[in-house]
């Protein structure tokens, strides 16, 4: 018999970013007034006597980001991640700014780096949660359409 992960710990400010993720949907705390995004749920700093979460809701980023900080485990204190190790846990800095902490999954762990580009990607537990990983990002297209030669 195998040994079971722990699951996230679900509170109700954060159950509707895990019924997103169900649907691939990665969230942020949105302030409807300035359009600051956070995570976890904050109150917005940019309106400080604001009370309560008037002004905020969840809504859809980009799931990019790059690598702020990361280690990598080689031993588990848990024996169910047994066959995961070596894993990279990591500090994600969102494109939108918060900091997200997650695992960097796609790629050999002596391959990441600080400032390595990542974006999400959602792995569906057997629990029925949906987890948000990153990934090494695919190289963004550049857009040169609107490059004007004469300026
Ligand atoms: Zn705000």
Request: negative net charge; contains cysteine.
């Amino acid at each position: 018999m195998g040994f079971t992960k722990p699951l996230p710990d679900v509170d109700e400010d954060h159950r509707a970013f895990w019924d997103a993720l169900r649907l691939h949907k990665f969230l942020l705390w949105t302030c409807k007034k300035c359009s600051a995004r956070y995570w976890p749920v904050s109150l917005c700093r940019n309106h400080p006597n604001d009370p309560f979460f008037d002004n905020m809701e969840w809504a859809e980023a980009s799931g990019r980001g790059s690598v702020f900080a990361f280690n990598i485990h080689y031993t588990v204190f848990d024996p169910a991640f047994n066959e995961d190790v070596p894993y990279v846990f990591a500090l994600i800095e969102l494109e939108e700014g918060p900091l997200f902490p997650s695992n960097i999954v796609g790629c050999a762990p002596e391959e990441v780096g600080i400032g390595m580009p990542v974006e999400v990607t959602f792995e569906d537990t057997i629990q029925g949660f949906t987890l948000p990983k990153f990934r090494p990002a695919k190289p963004q297209r550049l857009d040169l359409s609107n490059l004007n030669p004469y300026p």
